[in-house]
């Protein structure tokens, strides 16, 4: 379904997938995955090297599940490393809370970057030809790279298979969802063969990809609670799978303790602990996405 040279290693949710471009001139990698997981990212990115060095790291966004790797994979390949070009003030001033880091319990190494990349610039990545887009929404600084001779999309977290990456609620939401829009809008619009998303598997059928993110949009369109509830419940995920398990007598005290999750709590819900709780546990696990064994819970 690839044409040879681009090589996709497909990871979870807590990491993002890496694409790695083996050229003639020179190898890429996008994206690095968590940070709590580097060891296994520089190995599985070896192996696909086969020997060769790797010369360039590029990011589709600056989430801690797509950089977090950066600082290892710099450290064993003195690479060069590219970020998005709207992505530059966060790095450099290292915001917590716009990362999604220390707000969030998430965490990232510190990296350094060399340059930037713009909207509309152009590389030859893995002998094809790629140009930048900006991808806004659910990060406004985000790029997708697209391919157009092979037909192919680095798509980041703008589109999945089955939806796309979270849209955070709040006083930017209206810029974020018509963002989001306007960035489907752009990829509908692309002769796109296959997407190489930044989780799961790629996929071929864009189109009705694009529909499932449109219904997905106009319900956070209509409707702002849904925005946070589907925030809390995703960066929850995050967090379990992270920590691998945490104890259910715990919970409220931990919600306590993330500011994520205060905030939200106080600006948008207004509930008790045990009902922020509730709220947040209850939906995850009837729907199975966590569970709860011997007094913990874990991410299904
Ligand atoms: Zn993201």
Redesign the pocket.
């Given at each position: 379904m690839l044409p040879s040279c681009v090589r996709v290693i497909v990871r979870d949710w807590l990491n993002?997938n890496h694409i790695v471009l083996i050229g003639r001139q020179r190898t890429v990698l996008i994206d690095s995955g968590y940070g709590r997981d580097a060891t296994q990212t520089l190995d599985k990115v070896s192996g696909v090297l086969a020997g060769r060095p790797l010369d360039w790291l590029v990011n589709t966004?600056c989430?801690s599940?797509?950089m977090g790797g950066n600082a290892a994979v710099r450290a064993a390949h003195a690479c060069r490393v590219s970020i998005p070009r709207d992505e530059a003030p966060l790095i450099d001033a290292w915001d917590e809370e716009a990362l999604w880091l220390s707000y969030a319990d998430q965490r990232c190494e510190r990296f350094s970057f060399d340059d930037t990349i713009a909207p509309g610039d152009e590389f030859d990545w893995g002998d094809l030809h790629w140009r930048a887009i900006a991808a806004p929404g659910?990060?406004m600084a985000?790029l997708i790279f697209f391919c157009e001779e092979a037909g192919l999309l680095i798509s980041?977290?703008a589109l999945w298979e089955n939806s796309f990456?979270i849209l955070l609620p709040g006083p930017d939401r209206v810029t974020r969802l018509e963002a989001t829009r306007a960035t489907l809008e752009t990829i509908a619009r692309l002769p796109v063969h296959t997407v190489i998303p930044?989780h799961g598997p790629s996929f071929t059928d864009v189109k009705a990809a694009l529909e499932r993110s449109m219904q997905r949009l106009a319900a956070f369109e209509r409707d702002e609670l849904r925005m946070v509830r589907h925030v809390l419940k995703v960066m929850f995920v995050f967090s379990l799978m992270d920590r691998r398990r945490l104890a259910v007598n715990e919970l409220d005290v931990y919600l306590e303790s993330v500011p994520l999750y205060a905030d939200f709590n106080r600006r948008y819900l207004g509930l008790d602990r045990k009902a922020l709780a509730d709220l947040i546990v209850g939906d995850l696990e009837r729907s199975g996405a966590i569970r709860r064994i011997d007094g913990f819970l874990i991410a299904a």
């Amino acid at each position: 379904m690839l044409p040879s040279c681009v090589r996709v290693i497909v990871r979870d949710w807590l990491n993002a997938n890496h694409i790695v471009l083996i050229g003639r001139q020179r190898t890429v990698l996008i994206d690095s995955g968590y940070g709590r997981d580097a060891t296994q990212t520089l190995d599985k990115v070896s192996g696909v090297l086969a020997g060769r060095p790797l010369d360039w790291l590029v990011n589709t966004h600056c989430h801690s599940d797509h950089m977090g790797g950066n600082a290892a994979v710099r450290a064993a390949h003195a690479c060069r490393v590219s970020i998005p070009r709207d992505e530059a003030p966060l790095i450099d001033a290292w915001d917590e809370e716009a990362l999604w880091l220390s707000y969030a319990d998430q965490r990232c190494e510190r990296f350094s970057f060399d340059d930037t990349i713009a909207p509309g610039d152009e590389f030859d990545w893995g002998d094809l030809h790629w140009r930048a887009i900006a991808a806004p929404g659910h990060d406004m600084a985000a790029l997708i790279f697209f391919c157009e001779e092979a037909g192919l999309l680095i798509s980041g977290d703008a589109l999945w298979e089955n939806s796309f990456g979270i849209l955070l609620p709040g006083p930017d939401r209206v810029t974020r969802l018509e963002a989001t829009r306007a960035t489907l809008e752009t990829i509908a619009r692309l002769p796109v063969h296959t997407v190489i998303p930044g989780h799961g598997p790629s996929f071929t059928d864009v189109k009705a990809a694009l529909e499932r993110s449109m219904q997905r949009l106009a319900a956070f369109e209509r409707d702002e609670l849904r925005m946070v509830r589907h925030v809390l419940k995703v960066m929850f995920v995050f967090s379990l799978m992270d920590r691998r398990r945490l104890a259910v007598n715990e919970l409220d005290v931990y919600l306590e303790s993330v500011p994520l999750y205060a905030d939200f709590n106080r600006r948008y819900l207004g509930l008790d602990r045990k009902a922020l709780a509730d709220l947040i546990v209850g939906d995850l696990e009837r729907s199975g996405a966590i569970r709860r064994i011997d007094g913990f819970l874990i991410a299904a």
